[in-house]
């Protein structure tokens, strides 16, 4: 177990996860912690949730920031934005980040995130061809929408819609493609996945699907788009919202035990009981998360755990719901939609959870 009296707390990741950990530690009232914090982005934190709404000008950008630099230096709070850490040294408990600075810790937390997946078909590094991941993503798609012209999403899941929705706000023509010839099929079944087609073809998102990429194609810059199918689409934009995949690189690296996510126990400790880990690069009970409100349940215990609290509980899993963010369209999606005659209701789970009104 991470040692309750050690006080160096070094957290690798500003996103969601890390931060909402801290906030839980700091409310805990925990005397004594030397909090440093790695960063690759370079902001402080924000809600990755609104980034939907920043990209359909439903948000300013600092409307989404929840943790501005004040914040850091009011709380103590070391914060090296925009400084990736590269390596662990875990016999010296050391970690090295970036410009060669090494951070001694007593624990670390890794929550490092995801990385969203990129399909590697020709073209996928053409300028012009983007995933929706992070504030950089939302910069780079609002700076296309100023030319306007036709923008292609890839990927018919929450994601994805919630970008053609946004591009078409800023007055894009859209095209969403779907592999499935069924919208949000992880969250939705056929009669509720045709009625949200037709909410969205009413807004004015055209659809193809099922369709699959084989080439983005251009010189210079994206200009289309091909299927196998031999279709091809005229394109300044290509959104890959296909998934996203646990970033494991530095834990990997440091020989901690890796599946699909970083495997952690109850206490979410890794394999080395010095490190911890939290959100979405967590594997706990052969899961993985892609959501905040199991996050949010991880900071808890590991805030608790760290503050030494006697009764500080486990991590036993989360149920997740899923909520679209598309004014007007009131879509709300939770629990195993399709059931096997096995499946209840779990005891943790309440409406609100992963609700974009719980940051
Ligand atoms: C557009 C969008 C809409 C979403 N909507 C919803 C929603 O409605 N409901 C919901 O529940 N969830 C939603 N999500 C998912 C939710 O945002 C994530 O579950 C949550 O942000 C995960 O938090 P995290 O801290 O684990 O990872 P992240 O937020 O990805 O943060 C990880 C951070 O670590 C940094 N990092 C990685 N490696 C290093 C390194 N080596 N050194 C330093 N820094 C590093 C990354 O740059 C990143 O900033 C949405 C996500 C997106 C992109």
């Given at each position: 177990?991470?040692?309750?009296?050690?006080?160096r707390l070094?957290?690798?990741g500003?996103?969601?996860?890390?931060?909402r950990?801290v906030?839980?530690l700091?409310?805990?009232?925990?005397?004594?912690?030397?909090?440093?914090?790695?960063?690759?982005?370079?902001?402080?934190?924000?809600?990755?949730?609104?980034?939907?709404?920043?990209?359909?000008?439903?948000?300013?950008?600092?409307?989404?920031?929840?943790?501005d630099?004040?914040?850091?230096?009011?709380?103590?709070?070391?914060?090296?934005?925009?400084?990736?850490?590269?390596a662990?040294?875990?016999?010296?408990?050391?970690?090295?980040?970036?410009?060669?600075?090494?951070?001694?810790?007593?624990?670390?937390?890794?929550a490092?995130?995801?990385?969203?997946?990129?399909?590697?078909?020709?073209?996928?590094?053409?300028?012009?061809?983007?995933?929706?991941?992070?504030?950089?993503?939302?910069?780079?798609?609002?700076?296309?929408?100023?030319?306007?012209?036709?923008?292609?999403?890839?990927?018919?899941?929450?994601?994805?819609l919630?970008?053609?929705?946004?591009?078409?706000?800023?007055?894009m023509?859209?095209?969403?493609v779907?592999?499935?010839?069924?919208?949000?099929?992880?969250?939705?079944?056929?009669?509720?996945?045709?009625?949200?087609?037709?909410?969205l073809?009413?807004?004015?998102?055209?659809?193809?699907?099922?369709a699959?990429?084989?080439?983005?194609?251009?010189?210079?810059?994206?200009?289309?788009?091909?299927?196998?199918?031999?279709?091809?689409?005229?394109?300044?934009l290509?959104?890959?919202?296909?998934?996203v995949?646990?970033?494991?690189?530095?834990?990997?690296?440091?020989?901690?035990?890796?599946g699909?996510?970083?495997?952690?126990?109850?206490?979410?400790?890794?394999?080395?009981?010095?490190?911890?880990?939290?959100?979405?690069?967590?594997?706990?009970?052969?899961?993985?998360?892609?959501?905040?409100?199991?996050?949010?349940?991880?900071?808890?215990?590991?805030?608790?755990?760290?503050?030494?609290?006697?009764?500080?509980?486990?991590?036993t899993?989360?149920?997740?719901s899923?909520?679209?963010?598309?004014?007007?369209?009131?879509?709300?999606?939770?629990?195993?939609?399709l059931?096997?005659?096995?499946?209840?209701?779990?005891?943790?789970?309440?409406?609100?959870?992963?609700?974009?009104?719980?940051w």
């Open positions: 177990m991470a040692d309750p009296q050690g006080k070094v957290v690798v500003n996103g969601m996860a890390a931060l950990t906030e839980e700091l409310a805990l009232k925990a005397d004594g912690f030397q909090i440093t914090i790695l960063g690759e982005e370079p902001h402080g934190g924000y809600n990755r949730i609104l980034l939907s709404l920043l990209l359909s000008g439903e948000r300013e950008q600092s409307a989404i920031i929840t943790h630099h004040g914040w850091y230096q009011k709380h103590g709070i070391t914060l090296k934005a925009g400084v990736a850490a590269t662990i040294d875990r016999v010296n408990r050391t970690v090295t980040d970036a410009h060669g600075e090494v951070h001694p810790y007593d624990t670390l937390l890794l490092t995130g995801s990385h969203a997946i990129v399909l590697p078909v020709p073209g996928h590094k053409l300028p012009g061809v983007v995933t929706f991941r992070d504030m950089k993503d939302v910069q780079t798609m609002l700076e296309a929408t100023k030319a306007g012209g036709h923008a292609v999403v890839i990927g018919g899941g929450l994601l994805g919630e970008a053609a929705m946004g591009l078409l706000k800023q007055g023509q859209v095209t969403v779907h592999l499935l010839d069924l919208l949000m099929e992880r969250q939705l079944d056929r009669v509720a996945a045709d009625l949200l087609k037709e909410e073809l009413a807004r004015g998102v055209a659809f193809y699907m099922p699959q990429t084989e080439a983005i194609l251009g010189e210079e810059k994206v200009t289309a788009i091909r299927f196998k199918d031999g279709t091809v689409l005229p394109t300044t290509v959104v890959m919202a296909v998934g995949r646990p970033n494991v690189d530095l834990a990997r690296t440091a020989g901690l035990q890796c699909r996510g970083v495997v952690v126990n109850d206490h979410l400790e890794t394999s080395d009981p010095a490190i911890l880990a939290v959100g979405e690069c967590v594997q706990h009970r052969e899961v993985t998360y892609g959501l905040v409100a199991p996050l949010y349940e991880q900071g808890k215990v590991i805030a608790r755990r760290l503050a030494g609290l006697a009764d500080a509980g486990s991590y899993g989360s149920a997740t899923t909520r679209l963010k598309v004014t007007g369209i009131d879509l709300f999606s939770a629990g195993d939609f059931g096997d005659g096995r499946a209840k209701p779990s005891p943790s789970w309440t409406p609100a959870a992963g609700s974009t009104k719980n």
